[in-house]
Each structure stands twice: as structure tokens, then as C-alpha cells.
């Protein structure tokens, strides 16, 4: 249960706002007046790092499949080159998503330890 006027009932939400934190005061050392800027890309740094409680990315718990990143959109790489069919992709991520309580299961398991 997380409140607003209690942030700190919630200690992972609290550890992620720690995290991101962390992330814009890294990334406005210089530019202290662009935080909206750098917000997008510190919280997609946050969804799509592996996390060592989890050993899984917040972004693949959340979606049941990882994100294809921005470098991999403007540098091509295999993934990007070389997509499935509509039909075989669609399948594919049904797959994952059938899968996906099984990863929440074993990241819960993982961050437990």
C-alpha cells in the first residue's frame, strides 16, 4: 500500500525514486534546468536495466518481453533487421505473455532471497 502522504510506507517505491533520482542528478551535473528533458531517458534507463533483486529488467515483469532500445532502432541490429511474420511474431508473443507470471513468480523468488 503506497500513500502520498506516507511515501515511505512503501520501501520499493521508495528504493526506485532513490534510483531515479540518482539517474537526473547524474545527468543534469552541467544543465541543471533540462530535468524534463532528461527525465524520459533516465526513467527508460530505470525500465530497461536488469535489476540485481530480480535479475530482470522492470520493463520485461511489466510487458513480458524486453524492449527493443533506441540504439538498436537508429544502429540496426539483427532484431530490428530481421523480424518475424505478422503471424509467427504475434504467436511469439503470446508465448512470452503465457510465460510472464512464471518470470513475475521467479523474480518474487529471486528478490525474496
Avoid at 511474431?89 to 523468488?109: K, V
Wanted: charged share 30%.
Amino acid at each position: 500500500f503506497t500513500s502520498v502522504e506516507h511515501p515511505q510506507t512503501n520501501g520499493q517505491a521508495e528504493a526506485a525514486n532513490r534510483v531515479i533520482l540518482r539517474g537526473l542528478k547524474r545527468r543534469l551535473e552541467e544543465g541543471k534546468n533540462k530535468w524534463v528533458e532528461e527525465l524520459w531517458s533516465v526513467l527508460w534507463a530505470y525500465r530497461t536495466t536488469p535489476h540485481s533483486t530480480t535479475g530482470e529488467t522492470p520493463f520485461r515483469l511489466t510487458y513480458g518481453t524486453e524492449a527493443v532500445i533506441p540504439v538498436e532502432i537508429e544502429e540496426l541490429t539483427w532484431r530490428t533487421t530481421q523480424p518475424l511474420p505478422e503471424e509467427a511474431n504475434s504467436e511469439a508473443l503470446r508465448e512470452e505473455l503465457d510465460l510472464l507470471e512464471e518470470l513475475r513468480t521467479a523474480a518474487s523468488l529471486r528478490e525474496a532471497q
